[in-house]
C-alpha cells in the first residue's frame, strides 16, 4: 500500500489485513505515539506508545489476536507490523516513512538547507532588533 503524502510528513502508517473475512486495520503515527487497531471500522485497541516496539491483544469471533510494531530501522522510519492469530504469525507488514534513501538524503539536505536559510534570516532580524 502506498503512503499518502500526509502519512510522510506526519510519519503515520497504516497496515491492512485480511483475516477469517474480517478486515483489521493498524494505524501508528511516529511523532504522537498514537497506535489504533480497527476490526472492521470498528476501534478495538488503542493507546500511546513512544518507544521502539508495542503488542496489542484483542479478541474477534473467538480468536485470539496480537498486532506487534517493532521500529527495525530508526534512521530511515522503518516501522514492522506484524498480526499473529492464535499464537500463529498471519502475516509480516513493513513500511518506511522514506520510499528510498535517495528520497530520504535529497529531503534531508532540503530541510538542512532550510533551516539554515531560516537560522540566518532569524539571526540577522534579531541583530537589527537588538541593536
Given at each position: ?56 491483544q484483542f479478541q474477534v469471533d473467538g480468536t485470539s489476536y496480537e498486532l506487534r ?63
Amino acid at each position: 500500500m502506498k503512503q499518502s503524502l500526509t502519512e510522510k510528513l506526519y510519519l503515520a502508517y497504516r497496515f491492512e489485513f485480511e483475516h477469517n473475512g474480517h478486515t483489521i486495520t493498524a494505524n501508528a503515527s511516529s511523532l504522537t505515539g498514537k497506535e489504533e487497531i480497527l476490526v472492521d471500522g470498528v476501534s478495538v485497541s488503542k493507546k500511546r506508545n513512544l518507544g521502539l516496539s508495542s503488542r496489542h491483544q484483542f479478541q474477534v469471533d473467538g480468536t485470539s489476536y496480537e498486532l506487534r510494531f517493532n521500529v527495525t530501522g530508526f534512521l530511515f522510519c522503518r516501522v514492522e507490523c506484524t498480526l499473529m492469530a492464535d499464537g500463529k504469525v498471519i502475516k509480516t507488514e513493513t513500511r518506511s516513512a522514506f520510499d528510498n534513501k535517495k528520497v530520504f538524503v535529497r529531503n534531508l539536505i532540503l530541510f538542512f538547507l532550510a533551516g539554515m536559510a531560516f537560522g540566518y534570516l532569524a539571526a540577522t532580524i534579531a541583530l537589527k532588533v537588538m541593536g
